[in-house]
T-cell receptor, first 112, second 114 residues
């Protein structure tokens, strides 16, 4: 049972490069989220989706875009990466509004 | 301004003893609270939750206590085991508010010594 899968697990980018993180869930959950975790900062919500075709901004959305074209996938894009976006990114899904979230294993992104 | 605060970055406890992890919140609109556990190189996993209509919720070795007047909750682990060593995040939610509004604390790293 895969649950929530994130790809890639690790990526190194140069400043200004673009990339996309893919999140896939096989639990038929309506809600999906992207968080970032930084040392001493806990988990901060970047963007979220309450269903296929919907997206909304979270606490720290600047510099990121998202898309939810299919219910099972939630993509996080960085159009022009900056060193401040060096972080560990976690995708999560749930079958109701927040509450119990199921997280992926994380994607470590380094921007040089 | 932090809405969910975990003021102890770390806690060390002897195996078999009680671990108490604390969490304070400032937003009186929060009405649902959760604890997540995170091992290194893994995503957080849900541990236990409590609604604001309760003051205690128990699940095996884990008990969460909620003191609404003090805006304080705590997670008790009894007895503590070495496998409990992880980072514990407190999170809060306003169920009647905007969706996706789960606010996390910064986490407390628990080390259980054999």
């Amino acid at each position: 049972n895969a649950g929530v899968t994130q790809t890639p697990k690790f990526r190194v980018l140069k400043t200004g490069q673009s990339m996309t993180l893919l999140c896939a869930q096989d639990m038929n959950h309506e809600y999906m989220y992207w968080y970032r975790q930084d040392p001493g900062m806990g988990l901060r919500l970047i963007h979220y989706s309450v269903g296929e075709g919907t997206t909304a901004k979270g606490e720290v959305p600047d510099g990121y875009n998202v898309s939810r074209l299919k219910k099972q996938n939630f993509l996080l894009g960085l159009e022009s990466a900056a060193p401040s976006q060096t972080s560990v990114y976690f995708c999560a899904s749930s079958d109701q509004s927040a509450g119990e979230l199921f997280f992926g294993e994380g994607s470590r992104l380094t921007v040089l | 301004d932090q809405q969910v605060k975990q003021n102890s970055p770390s806690l060390s406890v002897q195996e078999g003893r009680i671990s108490i992890l604390n969490c304070d919140y400032t937003n009186s609109m929060f009405d649902y609270f959760l604890w997540y556990k995170k091992y290194p190189a893994e995503g957080p996993t849900f541990l236990i939750s409590i609604s604001s209509i309760k003051d205690k919720n128990e699940d095996g070795r884990f008990t969460v206590f909620l003191n609404k007047s003090a805006k304080h909750l705590s997670l008790h682990i009894v007895p503590s085991q070495p496998g409990d060593s992880a980072v514990y995040f407190c999170a809060a939610l306003n169920y009647g508010g905007s969706q996706g509004n789960l606010i996390f604390g910064k986490g407390t790293k628990l080390s259980v010594k054999p």
